[in-house]
């Protein structure tokens, strides 16, 4: 194998492990431990999940902040309090998760398992 391909493995391998390691401040719970979180008044919950799936199915206290839309959201969000994220399946709450921490949230939970999980 020559240079070229070892640099390709190499960004491939980086971009693998970026995705999938957590980011710190970041915490993943399980839909146990965000309805335990639900009694908690000064935690924001949402969801980055499209308009049609929360509307088909969402709990209470979920917001619906689209993972496509919620750069633009930040703002109507505090980034005192903790917030806690969901989706469908885990994977874009997780991206969703990533942005807010990136923009000054230090408290960002993410449910795993997303809204498939929850009973």
């Not at 070229?4 to 970026?18: H, R």
């Not at 965000?34 to 709990?59: C, L, S, W």
């Not at 469908?88 to 000054?104: W, Y």
């Amino acid at each position: 194998m020559g240079v070229v391909e070892w640099i390709i493995i190499a960004i491939i391998i980086a971009l693998l492990v970026n995705r999938f390691m957590p980011v710190k401040g970041i915490t993943n719970i399980n839909v146990e431990e965000a309805k335990n979180k639900m009694k908690d008044k000064n935690v924001q919950f949402i969801d980055v999940r499209t308009p049609g799936e929360y509307k088909a199915n969402h709990q209470k206290r979920f917001k619906n902040y689209p993972l496509f839309n919620l750069t633009k959201d930040l703002s109507s969000l505090d980034r005192e309090k903790e917030v806690v994220v969901i989706c469908q399946s885990g994977m874009r709450s997780t991206k969703a998760a990533k942005l807010l921490k990136k923009n000054g949230f230090s408290q960002v939970y993410n449910v795993q398992g997303g809204m498939s999980s929850w009973r």
